[in-house]
């Protein structure tokens, strides 16, 4: 029996990443598009894949059961609506989009096509993170009443090309709010519930050659929770802390080092649980088999398209409070 075919929409970074973490599935067989021909000789070359300069006339031969959108945010929900239409299944990358421009005709396009929509906050696959989703579902604790995101990184070594690509730029999705913060912000939307309003303070401080903003902080509020986000994109160490407290304890989750604990009431120190741990390319892997199991009916996606529009919500009242200084609702952003 012959795989379904993937097309992978987009080259760059990611899109490398993700034609890598398909193949590897074994479950899939993958044709990669991109603009720029040298890509597409690279990614041909690298994982002997077909290759194409035509998005378009892929999505619409006939060929493919799938795409994984993988180009800048401003893109995305044109090209998503293009693949649903022609019967496509889509993983679309973070974050959705830049602007709420064509998201109920997106959404229209799903209901229509009865296909499945899954977007890529890679942060569901974390197994920290996954693990300790799971233990505060046993609501042992109580509910989560406040949380605080603490998050930063050497963005210009870990991607020294970051001033000549989409992130030098908020209108194709840049900025320390749209590229990196909203990871975190979807993520504790998983947990708490959709973010209901946002006062955001942000400044481009450190990084080099762009202008966007590199320092975030956000008070942000849920219907029952608080939550504290602080980040930067200049600091020396790799480092994000998740702290969730509830009456009954606390849980922190330390990426950096594949951790997460508890600390009950009575307790003198934290408790550590280590995560399972992840191999190279690890949790994009997982992020491709959660997919496939998802066209094959066999699982919910890890972040739906309703969870995905929220968390844009989310990337859009952040920088309207930016602007502003006031206070912004998530559901007011147009
Ligand atoms: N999940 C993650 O951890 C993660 C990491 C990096 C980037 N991203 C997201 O992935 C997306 C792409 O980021 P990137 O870092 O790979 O960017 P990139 O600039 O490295 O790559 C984008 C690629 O898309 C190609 N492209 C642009 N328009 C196209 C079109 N119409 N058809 C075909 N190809 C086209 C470009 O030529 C380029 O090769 C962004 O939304 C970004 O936020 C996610």
Same mark, same amino acid.
């Given at each position: 029996?012959?795989?379904?075919?993937?097309?992978?929409?987009?080259?760059?970074?990611?899109?490398?990443?993700?034609?890598?973490?398909?193949?590897?599935?074994?479950?899939?067989?993958?044709?990669?598009?991109?603009?720029?021909? $040298?890509?597409?000789?690279?990614?041909?070359?690298?994982?002997?894949?077909?290759?194409?300069?035509?998005?378009?006339?892929?999505?619409?031969?006939?060929?493919?059961?799938?795409?994984?959108?993988?180009?800048?945010?401003?893109?995305?929900?044109?090209? *998503?609506? +293009?693949?649903?239409?022609?019967?496509?299944?889509?993983?679309? @990358?973070?974050?959705?989009?830049?602007?709420?421009?064509? $998201?109920?005709?997106?959404?229209?396009?799903?209901?229509?096509?009865?296909?499945?929509?899954?977007?890529?906050?890679?942060?569901?696959?974390?197994?920290?993170?996954?693990?300790?989703?799971?233990?505060? =579902?046993?609501?042992?604790?109580?509910?989560?009443?406040?949380?605080?995101?603490?998050?930063?990184?050497?963005?210009?070594?870990?991607?020294?090309?970051?001033?000549?690509?989409?992130?030098?730029?908020?209108?194709?999705?840049?900025?320390?709010? +749209?590229?990196?913060?909203?990871?975190?912000?979807?993520? $504790?939307?998983?947990?708490?519930?959709?973010?209901?309003?946002?006062?955001?303070?942000?400044?481009?401080?450190?990084?080099?050659?762009?202008?966007?903003?590199?320092?975030?902080?956000?008070?942000?509020?849920? =219907?029952?929770?608080?939550?504290?986000?602080?980040?930067?994109?200049?600091?020396?160490?790799?480092?994000?802390?998740?702290?969730?407290? =509830?009456?009954?304890?606390?849980?922190?989750?330390?990426?950096?080092?594949?951790?997460?604990?508890?600390?009950?009431?009575?307790?003198?120190?934290? @408790?550590?649980?280590?995560?399972?741990?992840?191999? +190279?390319?690890?949790?994009?892997?997982?992020?491709?088999?959660?997919?496939?199991?998802? $066209?094959?009916?066999?699982?919910?996606?890890?972040?739906?398209?309703? =969870?995905?529009?929220?968390?844009?919500?989310?990337?859009? *009242?952040?920088?309207?409070?930016?602007?502003?200084?006031?206070?912004?609702?998530?559901?007011?952003?147009?």
């Amino acid at each position: 029996m012959s795989l379904p075919s993937l097309l992978i929409i987009g080259c760059g970074s990611i899109g490398e990443r993700h034609l890598r973490c398909f193949q590897r599935t074994g479950r899939t067989s993958v044709t990669a598009t991109d603009t720029l021909p $040298i890509t597409l000789a690279r990614v041909g070359e690298t994982y002997g894949v077909r290759t194409s300069d035509d998005w378009l006339g892929e999505i619409q031969s006939g060929r493919h059961t799938a795409a994984v959108i993988c180009t800048p945010a401003s893109s995305h929900v044109e090209i *998503a609506t +293009q693949a649903l239409a022609a019967g496509l299944h889509v993983l679309i @990358e973070k974050p959705l989009s830049q602007s709420l421009a064509g $998201i109920a005709e997106l959404l229209a396009a799903r209901e229509r096509s009865g296909r499945q929509v899954a977007l890529a906050y890679v942060y569901h696959t974390f197994p920290p993170l996954r693990e300790a989703r799971a233990f505060l =579902a046993e609501n042992k604790l109580g509910p989560v009443l406040q949380a605080v995101v603490t998050s930063g990184q050497p963005f210009h070594r870990l991607r020294p090309a970051y001033a000549k690509t989409y992130y030098r730029d908020r209108r194709t999705g840049g900025g320390a709010i +749209q590229d990196a913060l909203t990871h975190a912000a979807n993520w $504790i939307e998983s947990v708490l519930g959709p973010t209901e309003s946002v006062l955001c303070d942000c400044a481009h401080l450190a990084l080099p050659d762009v202008e966007v903003e590199d320092t975030v902080s956000i008070a942000a509020r849920h =219907a029952h929770a608080h939550c504290h986000y602080s980040l930067n994109q200049f600091q020396a160490p790799n480092e994000s802390y998740l702290q969730l407290n =509830a009456a009954a304890g606390s849980i922190r989750i330390e990426l950096h080092r594949q951790r997460w604990g508890t600390f009950t009431p009575g307790a003198t120190d934290w @408790e550590w649980r280590p995560a399972a741990p992840t191999v +190279q390319d690890g949790h994009f892997t997982a992020q491709a088999n959660a997919f496939i199991d998802q $066209i094959e009916g066999r699982a919910a996606p890890l972040c739906s398209l309703e =969870a995905g529009v929220q968390t844009l919500r989310f990337n859009l *009242a952040a920088l309207a409070s930016a602007a502003s200084g006031a206070r912004v609702g998530c559901a007011t952003v147009s």
